[in-house]
């Protein structure tokens, strides 16, 4: 009989944003101004445990819901109550307030643990369900996290179960593809990427619901390792708004007009991709690097580098050129120059700041290697690019980790993409990706060699890898960055540290955050924001071999089945052309298919290559080698076309480095109107055939 455990969130309701919900002069978003509703990947999750327990066929396993928020988040405990959960416990404490992935993961774990021996009095079958992240905080890291301070198996991204021989088989979503696992204990965090069965209120339930008992606990009784803010391995330093499309989204209204624009794009190509390229900075140049001794314009915020600007012209102006010899006398001449601008603290803080050079971490810039079916992931490539700009602006070297069995050519392609050292982690039991076993791995090898930075592809592996690590070596993580720069934070004594940028609450507002209480900086970052270097086969580096003990014990997870796409693609074409889940059946999705790329191929003369979204290859619309995003496959062509495809952030992203990205769809306010520069409005089956024609007179 098992139990399952199931951990709700409340969150804002981001579908539902007003203008009001916007300050006027920051432009950033206020979240008491939106409505707070349960995470919906959460009541999914819910939903989910209930599916677990009907099928398992034991129906005296208790759910049991936890949240972790202030008093009002019993909302989301009595939605859990009215729908299936026989108990709730509401953690709630203002110590626990401000917490990052870290300070979540391990009071929700310490929780975790009491109500397996308060509540359940055995903790020897349960199950941790929940939603594989949440919208505000958009990083799928807690889940992991708990996992790895449980010590439990994580099962994450899952999409279906089904109980056979006694035991639970587990869907889930993997690059390229899907798995069917089980895990090797009864016990297992399991994150749910999609349930679409929802669980409704009867009206006894919700009865019920509204007289039973919360629980509540407060942070003396479950005794958390880290809590709260001082809990937290990373601090946000900056809230700004995203930055504005750089896709036109302007809207056509008849097909001649859009055939006018394709065949316009296509010839003419303005040979820059819109959105997810990260943006431009200037480079970081250490402190004793500098022409200038007094040059802080690498202050990590605005006010920062205005700071330092003024007290620059001030001494200046005094005449002062030795920071040493500054004494009380000069101090307060400072002071009334500027005028108030800041305290004698801060003035002392920063003429500190002038003293520093040094880094505040030490090592190499390291990437871990993400590899299945003997090839190296494309973003892997990418990332190793990036830490090149890194590593060249601390001056130090690029290292690339790679957990796996027979890895050693890759070594090759990973010193000619800009790495230096590669450190290989071999052995047999490492084969498969085993979250439990890379995690020991790779969390292994960095803190013997202690890099100063470690990135990781934000693909599912990456994702479920990267907390694990980070977690079990005592590093602060932020997920999803789309921009990673070094800047100093010279009056607080930090110099050369990662500002890691990630959009947060379904991407209406952007972070900037930096790492604190760790010794090394860790990310993931999106596939196809950061620029691959074109390899260079004449460049040099060295192989460490790095040996881990590891036997059967740390292998987690049994895989079952894997289904991976087959079939040849070429997604180098100039033009590629996607259908959705909006095709509605296979045999549309052939014909106007068809239709479309016979078209465009005999007008503009080139290879039109036929792409798909996750949900239509779901479908069965299309082989999975065709699927376009995160989990499929990334690509730039000069013109993409998306034929009754919503927008999914997870779709968009791979289609980041696009030219021109034209949309048909038949909702208007479908999300991808944002997100592309032509649209029209309306249904595939009137729009293709018109456009087909409208293609052969213009
Ligand atoms: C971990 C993870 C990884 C993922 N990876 C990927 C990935 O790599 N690629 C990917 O695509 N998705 C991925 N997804 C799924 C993604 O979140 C979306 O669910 C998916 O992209 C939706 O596909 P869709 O737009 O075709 O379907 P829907 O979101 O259902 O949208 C269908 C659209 O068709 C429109 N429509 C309906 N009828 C018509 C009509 N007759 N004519 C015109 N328009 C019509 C509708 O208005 C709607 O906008 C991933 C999800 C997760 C959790």
Known sequence: MSNYIVLVKQVPDVTQITDNAFDSETGTLIRTRLASVINELDAQALAFAHYMKKISGAQNGKIIALTMGPPMAEEVLRYALSRCADTVVLLTDKALGGAD??????PLAFAIRKIIKDILKSGNDYYVVTGMQSVDGDTAQVPPQIADELDLPCIAYVTGAEFKD???EFTRIISGGSQVVTPKKLLAVITVAKYEYPLFATFAGARWANKTEVIQWGSADINAAHIGVKGSKTAVIRVFPPGKSTRKCRQISDTKSL?????????????????????QTYRYILPDKRADKFDRSFEGTKKEQQDYEILTNVLAELGITDISRVDDADRKKILSAVGGRFHK?????????????EPAFKGEVWVVAEHSDGAVHPATFELIGKARELADSLQTKVGAAVAGYEIEPFAKELIAAGADNIYIIEDKLLSVFDPAAHRKAIADCVSTYWPQIVLYAATPQGRMLAPMVSYRVGCGLTADCTG???????????????????????GNVMATIRTKNSKSQMATARPGVMKRLPPDSSRTGNIIRHKVQLSDDDISLEILKTELGTGEVNFGADVVVSGGKGMQ?????????????????????????????????EQGFIERVHQVGQTGTSIGPKIYIALGISGAIQHMIGVANTETIIAINSDPNAPIFKQCDYYIVGTVEDTIPQLVKALEIV
Do not use: H, W
């Not at 603290?345 to 050079?357: A, S």
């Not at 110099?495 to 609450?505: D, K, S, V």
């Not at 045999?587 to 798909?612: F, H, I």
């Open 101 to 106: 992935t870290v300070a979540t993961a391990n």
């Open 259 to 279: 055939a006018r624009v394709l065949v316009d794009s296509f010839t003419s190509g303005n040979g820059e991709s819109g959105l997810g390229t990260e943006t």
């Open 585 to 617: 059946s296979r045999d549309n999705y052939e014909r106007l298919m068809g239709m479309l790329c016979d078209g465009l191929s005999g007008k503009l003369g080139t290879q039109v290559e036929r792409g798909a979204s996750r949900a239509a290859v």
């Open 484 to 506: 990673l720069d070094i800047r100093d934070n010279s009056r607080n004594g930090l110099i050369g540290i990662l500002l890691q940028t990630r959009p947060a609450l379904g």
């Open 345 to 357: 603290k801060t003035l002392e803080d920063m003429l500190n700041g002038f003293k520093l050079n």
């Open 166 to 168: 006694s035991r639970f």
